[in-house]
C-alpha cells in the first residue's frame, strides 16, 4: 500500500476528474468519490491535501438545497479533525463548533457527538484556552468512555486520542 500511494491517489484524483466532468460535481456518486479520495488522503497521512478536498466536497454540499445535512456534518468532522492534525487549531474550532452543534442537535448521545466536543476541546487547548477546553475535554472523553462500546473497532483509537488531551 505505501509503495504505491502516489499512483493510486493520482488515479483515483483522474477518476474523480472525469466523475465530475461527466456527471457533473454535485451528483451523489461524485460527491461520494470526492469524499473518498479525502479519506484516502487522510489514510495515507496526508492532512493538508485532505483538508483541501474536504473544504472543496463541503463547498459542494453547502450549495446543495436541501441541505444535506448528514454528509455535511460527516464532512465537518473530518476537515475539523485534519485541521488539528496540521496544527491548524484556529482554524479547526469554527468547524467544530458547527459540527458540533449539528451532532447535538441530531444525536446528542451519540459517542461521535462526544467525539467532536473532544476535538474541540483539542484545538482550544492548542490555542491556550485552557478554561474553555476543559469543559469539552472532560464532557468528550467521559462520554465516549461511557460509549466505548459502541465506538466502531476502526475508530477506537480516538478514545485514546480524547485522553490524551484530557492529559495535556
Not at 38 to 44: K, L, R, S, V
Not at 61 to 76: F, G, I, N
Not at 104 to 132: C, H, I, R, V
Request: one cysteine or more.
Amino acid at each position: 500500500f505505501v509503495e504505491d500511494v502516489g499512483g493510486t491517489l493520482r488515479a483515483f484524483e483522474e477518476s474523480v476528474k472525469a466523475r465530475t466532468a461527466k456527471q457533473g460535481p454535485d451528483n451523489p456518486a461524485t460527491l461520494n468519490a470526492l469524499k473518498t479520495f479525502g479519506d484516502f488522503h487522510q489514510d495515507a497521512g496526508q492532512h493538508v491535501e485532505a483538508a483541501q478536498v474536504y473544504r472543496n466536497l463541503l463547498a459542494i454540499l453547502r450549495k446543495q438545497r436541501p441541505l444535506d445535512e448528514t454528509h455535511v456534518v460527516a464532512t465537518l468532522a473530518e476537515l475539523g479533525y485534519v485541521l488539528l492534525q496540521t496544527h491548524q487549531a484556529t482554524e479547526a474550532e469554527p468547524v467544530l463548533r458547527e459540527c458540533l452543534a449539528f451532532r447535538e442537535k441530531a444525536a446528542a448521545g451519540d459517542w461521535e457527538t462526544f467525539d467532536t466536543q473532544s476535538l474541540l476541546g483539542g484545538s482550544l487547548l492548542e490555542q491556550k484556552k485552557y478554561a474553555e477546553a476543559e469543559a469539552f475535554l472532560v464532557t468528550g472523553y467521559e462520554g465516549m468512555k461511557q460509549r466505548e462500546r459502541a465506538i466502531p473497532a476502526q475508530n477506537q483509537g480516538r478514545l485514546a486520542n480524547t485522553a490524551d488531551r484530557v492529559v495535556q
